[in-house]
Structures are given as structure tokens and as C-alpha cells.
């Protein structure tokens, strides 16, 4: 960090406690878990938000995806040439803030040019919410707790996707779809300045030895070093490959489980205490009850798996942080096959947790290598270019594929179209193995701390 940084004088990470360093990351998985619950919310909501606005398949998707993705890949590498630079706290504050006021608009949209337009916003608030992460937690954890301190981190990808999911189909149940936008968005309005004055702004490659550069890196100077990397380009390529079926699937699941399942879904929560169920409960209730606890225990499960097994393996085989996640998603295949042609509910509850846990395996493995090939002044940027890569292609185009995928089956299998698509993805999984095994062998000579 430079001297005219704004959090210059602040305590830095080598001298804080590691129950602080705790607390820390403790508020940037709450504030990650907003970010999916925010990004995810109309997987869940797409249901009642087609049949109020008449939208298809493909409008939904372009509205959940795409419309999402523009702005927040596009501004993903200026914001993370700022925080290479400006103190990263402060614009994950704001970051935070403009992405829950966006979320709330949605709330008010009347058609769907509008509610594309405020995802468009939230898209453009998140776009600072993640690069800054990841460099902070590099500049809190040493190199040997890297990939766990990621792993942690990254759990709020289930658990923010859980329960956006979980959120949106109760608060639509109970109240409806408009509510349900409109709360969540204020929620992550009140942790903003929580984030902002808890949290101090550690030193930049403070961890990392004697040799570590921290005077900010022009933006061509990040991507020359990118372009000498070839494992940098794999592994982006490979896990955006991933990212494509994985963001399609916390789109489409939801629905494809009231279309697929609609008949059932009540039978298989008849446990339920009547308190969690409004006087006639629809399907899509349900259904967020069954995916999210998918995510919740699968997600979390491996998240948490692929960053351990990082951390006792990568450093001593830099291979690992590639081939652990090529194994995992190729093993997800099978059980997506059984999982999603089998009709029976609670069959395919207990096949699809291990893919949904196999599918993150990838998170801190991957993110962790990313904190690895560059410097440390580089590293919000770096990161900032895989999420562009991650996310233009992973949610650009994910939910889209699947979801114009099922409209053209819809005339072949009408209903069940959907069922279909989403088998037809797993070939994503498949691509993006054969990337990381490919990566591989490369990773040991791109290494750089």
C-alpha cells in the first residue's frame, strides 16, 4: 500500500489477532452470502415473476443472467484497478450498498424491460464485491491458510444462493414476489456500515515476505503478466466452463423442481410444522425448501472439502489446485444422470448432494491459485479478469443455454423439456475437467509466492 493509501496507518494483518483476523472474514462471508442471495434471488422468484409478467423461458433467463453479467463484468476490472489502489473496504462499502438498493428496486419493477434494468443495477454494485475480497483475505491469511480462508469465504456462495432461494420462496408465499426483493435488498442496506467500520484495511503483501512488490501495477502491466501465464487462462477458462452449468442450475433447478415434482413436493414436507407453511402453500414454497437444503449441506460440504485437500496437498504439488477439481466434476456426472431422470423425490434429494458438493469443490483451490500467480499488488485485478472471464461466460451465458435449450425442447417433450436441458449441460463439467487437466502439469513453473 502507498503512503497516501487512506488506510495507510491502520493495523496491519501480521499484527492482528487471529480472533480478529476471525472476525473478518466472518463479516466478508456475510457480506458474500448477501451478494448470492441477492444474485440468486430470482432463481426461486422466476416462477411467480413469470406468470405475473408472461414472460418465457428465454426472457427469464436473459433477465437472470444475462442482464446481470453485463455491467458486472465490464466494471469488475476498473473497480479492481481501484482497489489495487484505494483502500478495498471502503468500496466494498459501496459496492454493497448499490447492489441492495438495486435488489429493492427490482421490487417495484412493472414489466420486464424495467426489472431488467435494476438487475442490471445490482449487476453493477457486485461488480466490487468479490476481487476486493479475495485480495483482502491474502493480505489476513498466510500462504499455508489460504485455500481454507478462501474456502470459508466462499461459502457464501451456498449459503447466500440457499437462502436467497429460501428467502424468496417464503417471503413470496407469505407475502409475494415484490416483498420479497424489496426486504432483502434493505437487509444488506443495514450491514454496510457495519463492514465499514469494523473492518481495517490490512497492509498489502504484508504475509508474503520481504520480496513482495506493493506499489500498485498499471493495468497492462497485470494483463503481461497474465498472458505469460497459461495456467491463468486455463484455469479462468475451466472454471467458467463450470460456471455455466453450475449458475444455470441455481437458475433453473427451482423451477425445474415444481414442474417436474410439483405433485410431490408436498407429500415429501409433510413434516413441516404448520408454522412454516401459509393456509394454501404453492409448489414453489416447496421447492425452495428442497434446493435450498441441497445447497446448504452439499454446497458448504464441498466448499470446505476442495479447500482442506488444497491446503495438505498444494503446496508441496502445485498440480493439485487442477486436478482436485477435474476429478470432482467429472464424478458429478453420474449422479446428475440418476438424480435428474428418476421419479422419485427422495431419491433425487439424496443422489444430487453429492454433485451439488462436487460441483464447488473447485472454489478454493482455483481462487487460491489465482492469489498465487501474480504478485501481490496485482492481485485484486488478477482476480478481477477471472471474474470477468468467470462471469460473462458462467452467468452470461449458463442460465441462457439451459433456459432456450428447454424452450426448444418444449415441443418434443412439452413439460419435461426442462429435465432434459439440464442433463444436456453436464457436458460443461466435462469441458472444464478437461481444462484443469490439461492446467495442470503448467502450474509449478507459473508460480510466483
Request: glycine share 10%; charged share 10%; hydrophobic share 55%.
Amino acid at each position: 500500500m502507498t503512503a497516501s493509501s487512506p488506510d495507510a496507518t491502520a493495523p496491519t494483518a501480521p499484527g492482528s489477532t487471529s480472533r480478529y483476523r476471525a472476525y473478518v472474514l466472518f463479516i466478508l462471508v456475510l457480506v458474500y452470502t448477501f451478494n448470492f442471495i441477492d444474485r440468486q434471488i430470482v432463481g426461486i422468484l422466476a416462477v411467480p415473476i413469470k406468470a405475473e409478467l408472461s414472460l418465457s423461458d428465454t426472457q427469464l433467463s436473459l433477465m437472470g443472467g444475462l442482464a446481470f453479467a453485463l455491467f458486472y463484468t465490464m466494471l469488475g476490472i476498473p473497480i479492481a484497478w481501484l482497489a489495487d489502489r484505494k483502500s478495498r473496504v471502503w468500496i466494498m462499502t459501496v459496492a454493497l450498498s448499490v447492489w441492495s438498493a438495486m435488489t429493492a428496486l427490482c421490487g417495484l419493477a412493472q414489466n420486464f424491460a424495467q426489472l431488467f434494468a435494476a438487475r442490471l443495477g445490482v449487476g453493477i454494485g457486485e461488480a466490487g464485491g468479490v476481487a476486493p475480497a479475495y485480495s483482502l483475505i491474502a493480505d489476513y491469511f498466510p500462504p499455508n491458510q489460504r485455500a481454507r480462508a478462501l474456502s470459508v469465504y466462499s461459502f457464501g456462495i451456498p449459503i447466500g444462493s440457499a437462502l436467497g432461494i429460501l428467502l424468496g420462496g417464503v417471503l413470496t408465499s407469505f407475502l409475494d414476489w415484490r416483498s420479497a426483493f424489496i426486504l432483502v435488498g434493505l437487509a444488506g442496506l443495514l450491514l454496510a456500515p457495519v463492514l465499514r467500520l469494523t473492518v481495517r484495511e490490512p497492509q498489502r503483501g504484508g504475509l508474503d515476505g520481504a520480496a513482495a512488490k506493493v506499489s500498485p501495477a498499471p493495468v497492462m502491466e497485470v494483463v503481461r503478466a497474465l498472458l505469460s501465464k497459461p495456467s491463468f487462462w486455463g484455469l479462468s477458462l475451466g472454471a467458467a466452463s463450470s460456471s455455466m452449468m453450475g449458475y444455470g442450475l441455481i437458475f433453473w433447478l427451482p423451477s425445474f423442481f415444481v414442474r417436474s415434482f410439483g405433485a410431490d413436493l408436498p407429500q415429501f414436507f409433510s413434516w413441516l410444522p404448520p408454522f412454516l407453511l401459509p393456509e394454501n402453500p404453492k409448489p414453489v414454497l416447496y421447492a425452495a425448501y428442497f434446493y435450498a437444503g441441497l445447497l446448504l449441506i452439499g454446497g458448504t460440504a464441498g466448499v470446505w472439502l476442495g479447500g482442506a485437500i488444497a491446503d495438505t496437498y498444494g503446496p508441496n504439488r502445485k498440480s493439485a489446485y487442477a486436478i482436485v477439481p477435474a476429478i470432482a466434476f467429472l464424478a458429478t456426472i453420474p449422479f446428475y444422470l440418476v438424480g435428474v431422470l428418476t421419479n422419485s423425490l427422495g431419491l433425487a434429494f439424496i443422489v444430487l448432494l453429492a454433485p451439488t458438493a462436487l460441483s464447488l469443490v473447485w472454489l478454493g483451490p482455483v481462487i487460491t491459485a489465482f492469489q498465487h500467480l501474480v504478485q501481490p499488488n496485482m492481485r485484486a485485478t488478477a482476480s478481477a479478469i477471472f471474474l470477468f472471464i468467470n462471469n460473462l461466460i458462467g452467468i452470461g451465458l449458463g442460465n441462457l443455454a439451459i433456459g432456450a435449450l428447454s424452450d426448444g425442447l418444449k415441443m418434443r417433450v412439452g413439460e419435461e423439456s426442462l429435465r432434459y436441458a439440464i442433463l444436456s449441460g453436464t457436458v460443461f463439467y466435462v469441458i472444464a475437467a478437461t481444462l484443469f487437466i490439461v492446467t495442470a502439469p503448467r502450474l509449478k513453473n507459473d508460480w510466483e509466492n
